[in-house]
């Protein structure tokens, strides 16, 4: 099954650090377009269905989906390949890895990708305009 993402307001896109943050998530999850909630709806709509509920549901929890990206400070063994220092020691790695030619070439590349994707996850839950938890419940009707 494919994994599909979608963000909160396209409105929100008008703004450059919102277009990074977009972009990032595109390039870094190797996703098509991000499209609005409003789209997604209406897209719904043009197939046929009734939409009966849509809501983020990010919004009714206490901890960020974000937060295993994110990375804490201090040490700790769950969290240190998201901090800072285990995000550099993992790219070093590679890098050693591929230099010593023990990684196929392109790891690094993989990996900075993925790392991009990762820093525009947290920026876009942080910012409010994208969520992975979009609900909704659309039937056929009869």
Known sequence: SSR?????AVTQFKNS????IKYDIQVGDALP???STEVIIQALKDS???VLECKDLALDTEVPWSLPLQGESGWNVKAFRSSAFGRIVTMTG???LETLRLAPKGALGTLKM?????????RGEKTGIFTPMLFFI???PL
Do not use: M, N, Y
């Open 94 to 96: 590679v890098w050693l």
């Open 4 to 8: 599909v993402l979608w963000t909160l």
């Open 48 to 50: 046929g269905f009734e």
């Open 114 to 122: 993925l790392e991009k994707g990762a820093s525009g996850l947290v």
């Open 138 to 140: 659309a039937r056929k």
């Open 17 to 20: 650090t919102h277009q990074e």
């Open 33 to 35: 377009d991000i499209v």
